[in-house]
């Protein structure tokens, strides 16, 4: 089941770096594995903002939660879930 | 190069029905076509609101306009177009 | 699988009578039906607004959309979905 | 009486870890005992976010605000109240 | 048990007079048996806009409802109500 | 000459709760002597949220805004204020 | 007493012409009325937009309200009042 | 002088064809007027909707006001208008 | 030419007492030379919050910012900027 | 391709002077280096706030990434793209 999450980057610009280094590196490893398995299906940049848009394919809505709420990022973001559903127009 | 485009459709609840559905059966090949162009990538519904979120591959913002503007029912929709970048966590 | 969908009807105050209670009637039979099968769990009244809050529950988000896109006041409402998750502080 | 009552949590991203451990588990207490009482009939988490959706049955206004206002982390919360009544179609 | 209710009246601007002036007229009524009723304790107009901020007390969210969904003028209305409690500061 | 002035509390919720006390204590006596001196006839919680609506009687704009700037919490407030006129429908 | 008033004209665009030139006819006669009394001190166009900034030195909200609801295009108004105080650093 | 001029255009969906045409070439003919006498310079789509971004070069917020009111679409026009400065970072 | 200039002030309830008197004072006396030199015209507050109103008179939008930018508690404001012009039904 | 960018600076207001100076210098040298480059055209201050109006002329979103998240201030801009084609009544 697909959900388009939207997440904006809330990090405060005084941040001590190394920290903030640590944290992204943490990050991109939990993103990755989540890709990997499956869940985490499309990852992009929004051109110009510290922030993404991405689709998870989830068996529900906890999973969903779950797989957000373990990002080492998730207190600095600002997350909107837009849960979708088949499009009768789509050709997939 | 991607966008995402949110649309949602803003169609007047007391519209004639057979004109809505000749304008709906036009927008649904329109769209096929398009998808089948390789341009509109992913069209996904809303759930729960006349809306969708999709992804098209453009070569420029102005093929983007023309693309979105040639829809049966460009003049019922409300358009954000968001446009996206590689994304240095994403696997793909 | 729970939602929370906050619907706002939006009557033009001009509609013809016979046909508003004609669709309201539809509605309610409707959303009884729908309330019957178990899938549409709560029913509440904003009170003091052409409004409500319910909670539906789905297999996916795809049953939720054609359950409320199948209401015969869809064209009428501004509806908002919130997926919900389990609260590790509920009771339930 | 019933309320639907919308709480977004925004704890400090860099708040101390044991300080809100503490906090929260304080809360999660207070949480139980409200809906062991009758007065907190659900409360659910919105997948993705650090927010809930919770439905109160107090006796007033008044009530309502004392046992919300009694949450441990209320300084953390922005909420939003709806009232609400009973729905004409509503089968319970 | 005490509401605040703002109420922005949103009439087309071309409506046809004398309906209009008939609505007022029994808007005018209806509200005037509800002060004398004691369940409309305030009626305060907004300076500059059709618009008014109220206060009731009534016994329920659902009596507020039926009360302010008998106004004749209720489907020109957007309402927002906000339920009150008492302030440890007032003196009343 | 009536005001219904809306304030919205936002006291850091990491602020030192002695001195938060004594603020809270100034406020409420600078409130109850407004409230005497017939400046200020109501004042009620907004239910659920750290916020309150008020009316206050004065004889000009110049009046509520020293009434309003003299409250201890006046730096921690958001303030909207909305000039009220005589309701035609009013009975009082 | 100063108010700031800001009015943005929301006219249908497929209004009659012949009725809208005689309803602006008698607003800018109104307007000029107001003027020469002395209650409306100044009217500015902003730049770009139907719509205005106005200051109003009224007795009283119920002069304002008054002076307002008689502008003959006052239907196709959205109206913002802001009730203003002397500044502490003006030198008028 | 430089404004930064954002126009979305609202043209009613069911809007007479021939007409809207009429009106489009008088708009398109009298834009063109405006870029070729030097204080319209720039004249961007905004990809994906029928809204355009503008640069004007006037003498004055007058002479803005005018230019944009000569604009045969106007009535469907929602403007906002940002006045323009020279950046101090900027090489031209 | 004229300009609406509507300023917001933002500054954190816990700054230091002295540091802003001395802010205040600097205000004050850049606020009172810019009111002698005519290009400062009107100065009101908003009654009820730290808030002003005010209609600058300047060349062009770069002397506007540069005088607003020499405020010393710029860096403290939101500001809005409208672009004024005369009104066809203004008598002055 | 070009883009509309506009940059709103949110700089605390208590930020080390000496160090917003070094920031704010070396912003300008990477802004003076991409308007050089021809991929940064336009840079106007926005009049009366630490804002600016930006167009961007670049081979692709990904390419217009780069260059704003290169900027040394971009952990303070919030930051708005709005992709631009041709407009069809564009003289150039």
Redesign the interface.
Known sequence: ?????MMDV??????DPAELAKLREA??NR??EM??SGKFI?????????A??S?FDCE???E???L??SLPMF??FS??????????????
Chains 1, 2, 3, 4, 5, 6, 7, 8, 9, 10 share one sequence.
């Open positions: 089941m697909l959900y388009c999450v809330n990090v405060p610009a005084d941040m990050e991109k993103a990755i890709q990997k499309h990852l992009w940049r929004v051109a110009g903002r510290p993404n848009i689709i529900s809505n906890d969903l939660h779950d957000l709420s207190p600095y997350i909107k879930v837009v849960p979708l559903a088949k499009h009768p127009s789509s050709i997939k």
